[in-house]
């Protein structure tokens, strides 16, 4: 619980901190700015993926299909007690979010929990990483698509709505690009050694929302009580 409302205290300051450097930089853009392809704006999933294998193909070691029969969404999906979906489950929730880029770092603000994400990037992974939800993303643009690479995972959350889990050893990169000018594809690579037999592939569409803006989220499903898989 500790943890919990640190992390929640310390996302709630990075936004404070970093709001005035999104004005400044939307007021005041610099030549390296202006030459970044542009991400920007609030985006929402163009098709809802709650299975990422409605095939039930899932490439699963023994141990990563024990633990996906263990879920159940009325007992121990970690949403139930409003916690942050994780990596690639939080890229594909029907609630908008809002990318903004400052200088160092792409910002993802999620209505969806209110959750931010930080992708870093001026720096690599730091090396004693304490897992999270959300785990630690840097990346680097290739032309005009944003690589990011996201590790530091705790083993909490499911990768999809139907109970896909995962270790600490999960590895997530994705390619990010605008296709067109209302339309950003995000191609997930998912690797996690213990829980699959091969890294796979995932993508998800999202479409542009001119005008609209990131309202306030309440989880309300507290009154649940969250019981992980053993």
Known sequence: MRKRLVSSFLAGTAMAVLLPAMFAQSANPSPAAASTPDISGVWLIDHYQANLFPKKDA??????????????TNVND?????????LPRLMFVPIPFEIFQVPGR????????????????DRGHPKDLDPTYNGDSVGKWEGDTLVVDSIGFNDITWLDSVGLRHSEALHVVERIRRVDHDTLRDDFTVEDPKA?????????????KPGW???EYTCDNNKYQFQPPK
């Not at 792409?106 to 990037?121: D, S």
């Open 59 to 72: 490439p699963f070691t023994p141990w990563g299909e024990a633990q996906f029969k263990l879920s159940d």
């Open 213 to 215: 803006s990131i309202r």
């Open 106 to 121: 792409v910002l993802t603000f999620h209505e969806a929990g209110n959750q931010v994400r930080q992708i870093y990037l």
């Open 78 to 86: 970690p949403n139930l007690s409003c916690l942050p979906h994780g």
């Open 196 to 208: 699959f037999t091969r890294p796979w592939t995932a993508s998800q569409i999202y479409k542009l």
